[in-house]
C-alpha cells in the first residue's frame, strides 16, 4: 500500500545546487524517521543525513554545512537540499523512511521503506 517516489535528480556543475524530493503515499498511519542514504560505484551505502518526526536533524561529516534534510508532515514529503555540490557527491541516492502503515481491515504494520534511488551526478 505504501510507495515512495523520488525526484529532482540529475547534472549539476560543481558548486551548485539540487533538491531531490521523496514523497509517501499509501495507507500511512504514521511516519517516524526519514532519511537519505547514497552510494557511488564501487563504495559501500551512506547515510547521509536523517530527521525525526519533532524535526531534529543528523548529518555526515561529508555534507554538514552544504546539505539540508526538511520534512513536510502534510505532504509526507522529504527533502534534501544540496548545495555547494562536489564531484564526490555524485552517487544513486535513496530516501528511508519507517512508516506505520495501515491495511484494509485497519491492521497495524511498522517497517522501513525504500525509495526506487534518483541519481545525481556532479562534475568538476
Known amino acids: 500500500q505504501v510507495q515512495l517516489v523520488e525526484s529532482g535528480g540529475g547534472l549539476a556543475q560543481a558548486g551548485g545546487s539540487l533538491r531531490l524530493s521523496c514523497a509517501a503515499s499509501g495507507s500511512i498511519f504514521s511516519i517516524n524517521v526519514m532519511a537519505w542514504y547514497r552510494q557511488a560505484p564501487g563504495k559501500q551505502r551512506e547515510l547521509v543525513a536523517t530527521i525525526t518526526s519533532g524535526g531534529s536533524t543528523n548529518y555526515a561529516d561529508s555534507v554538514k554545512g552544504r546539505f539540508t534534510i526538511s520534512r513536510d508532515n502534510a505532504k509526507n514529503t522529504v527533502y534534501l537540499q544540496m548545495n555547494s555540490l562536489k564531484p564526490e557527491d555524485t552517487a544513486v541516492y535513496h530516501c528511508?523512511?519507517?512508516?506505520?502503515?495501515?491495511?484494509?481491515?485497519?491492521?497495524?504494520?511498522?517497517?522501513?521503506?525504500w525509495g526506487q534511488g534518483t541519481q545525481v551526478t556532479v562534475s568538476s
Open positions: 528511508n523512511t519507517f512508516i506505520t502503515s495501515l491495511d484494509p481491515l485497519g491492521l497495524r504494520s511498522t517497517r522501513a521503506y
